[in-house]
């Protein structure tokens, strides 16, 4: 599907079963699409993992669009993922870059090699437990060793049947013979999820209601809230969702951008070295590094945007579905209820947008400055428009905090006896992440007083 564009031209229609479906990975579409007729496409599909997943769509990413999808993406940005709270947690995810930098250490005392996508994964899932439940998976203080990888797992599993092709989606009589065995998966994952979340309610519940402010973890608010049509609090149901929508958007997303970065470091140690020097240049060797410095890093926002480009976290975005019948630049009819798929993968390295584009150099992104959210759409990492991502300053800061903090403590190396050539640079079946998990070897490179 990845390769149709480049085959039929810029705007392909698809019969996918029963469903229509249009791909593309032109810029000029995709700023039609969601910028100047975002209020046709700000729709989503049904799906059956979504339908799972979601409570049958009471979160935001897979809402219908609507009253629902509207009063929840409000609660988000004006309760939830406020500056002040956001400025509140500051002092949480520090705490958590110093834990990483820890467990690094212990790993380097026992002479281990690091298996980074362990790591960088409990840095995300603890950076938004701390904030939406008041509580780390992860290291010491944590919920159990046990409760972590099984949470672990279940969130990944999600993610990946969440973006995994199911036929019966599209072939819905197969539905009953679930082929590919996704429904049982979900079933199992969803069952069990259901009984954390149940317990972590139960928990704040009893701990009772304290005023609103921005010390409140995003379920205390959300426990705070009235509900819909005049209900006096949000159903259950609607708060397991989001807290799930937000756990499975914001986990994977930033560890999967942070080991991809490395990987692509590793590769290319000139430009280690000069985001190496951009950090010491503003941190220096007698502190680490606090979230006020991450604008100062230019150079690594450049190296970021290159990641986001080459290896975005999905190879499309969400689908977006037509709530009409529209007209896309001026000659291709999209019937209601078609299927939108924007190619992220491709539309990073389309031709017509990126000189050399196969290659990894963040300097394009210094001799042209380009936006994250680019107004021309040649990279859409966090997508645009009504359904843009409402956590992508959160989303970047972790990542940059996680990454500097990595790049500052120590100096990294393949495992004994293998070179940066062994690191296969290649994403796994069906999703976009790196095949193998990345394993390097830390030293560290600041006094000791620091770790
Ligand atoms: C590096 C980190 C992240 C990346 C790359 C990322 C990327 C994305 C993308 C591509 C979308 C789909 C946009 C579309 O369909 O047009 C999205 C949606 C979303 N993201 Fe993120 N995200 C990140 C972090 C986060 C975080 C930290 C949160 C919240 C804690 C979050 C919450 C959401 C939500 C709720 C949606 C659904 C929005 C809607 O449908 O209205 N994301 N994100």
């Known amino acids: ?34 910028k100047k007729q975002d209020h046709v496409f700000a729709s989503r599909p049904k799906n059956i993992a979504s339908e799972y997943f979601t409570y049958r769509n009471k979160d935001i990413a897979f809402a219908p669009y609507g009253s629902h999808w509207r009063k929840m993406r409000k609660i988000c940005t004006m309760e939830l993922l406020t500056p002040k709270r956001l400025d509140y947690f500051q002092q949480g995810r520090i705490e958590e870059a110093q834990c990483l930098v820890r467990s690094i250490m212990e790993d380097h005392k026992l002479n281990k090699p690091i298996n980074l996508r362990d790591k960088l994964g409990a840095l995300s899932s603890n950076n938004l437990t701390r904030m939406l439940l008041g509580k780390r998976f992860f290291g010491p203080g944590n919920a159990g060793p046990e409760d ?110 942070s080991e991809w970065t490395l990987a692509e470091l590793m590769q290319h140690p000139e430009i280690m070295h000069k985001v190496r020097n951009e950090i010491d240049g503003v941190v220096g060797y007698e502190r680490v590094v606090e979230e006020s410095d991450l604008d100062q890093f230019q150079y ?117 006896g293998k070179s940066v050539k062994d690191i296969p640079m290649i994403q796994a079946f069906n999703s976009m992440i790196l095949d193998e998990p990345l394993h390097l070897i830390a030293t560290p490179r600041l006094k000791a007083s620091l770790y």
């Open 148 to 257: 972590a990888a099984e949470y672990k797992k279940m969130i990944y599993e999600a993610f990946s049947l969440v973006n995994s092709f199911n036929m019966a989606d599209y072939l819905p009589f197969l539905r009953p013979l679930d082929l590919q065995g996704h429904e049982r998966r979900m079933q199992k994952i969803m069952k069990r999820s259901d009984e954390i979340y149940e317990a972590i309610l139960a928990e704040h519940r009893k701990r009772g209601r304290k005023g609103l402010n921005e010390t409140n973890t995003f379920i205390d608010v959300l426990l705070s809230l009235p509900g819909e049509n005049g209900q006096e609090c949000l159903c259950d149901e609607t708060i397991k969702a989001i807290i799930g929508d937000m756990v499975a958007a914001g986990t994977d997303t930033s560890s999967i951008t």
């Open 1 to 34: 599907m990845m390769n149709l564009t480049k085959i039929y031209g810029p705007v392909v229609y698809l019969q996918l079963g029963n469903v229509p479906a249009v791909v593309t990975d032109d810029p000029s579409f995709v700023k039609e699409i969601l």
């Open 300 to 416: 690594l926002r450049a190296v970021l945007k290159e990641v986001f480009r080459l290896h975005p976290v999905g190879a499309f975005l969400i689908p977006h579905v037509a709530i009409d019948d529209a007209e896309i630049a001026g000659r291709y009819h999209i019937p209601k209820n078609t299927r939108i798929l924007i190619n992220t993968y491709s539309l990073g390295r389309n031709p017509a947008s990126w000189n050399r584009p196969l290659e990894f150099r963040p300097d394009r992104f210094l001799e042209k400055h380009v936006d994250l959210f680019d107004p021309e759409y040649r990279i859409v990492p966090f997508g645009a428009g009504r359904r843009g991502c409402p956590g992508a300053s959160l989303g970047t800061s972790m990542v940059l905090l996680g990454l500097s903090r990595l790049i500052h403590s120590f100096e990294w190396s393949p495992p004994h």
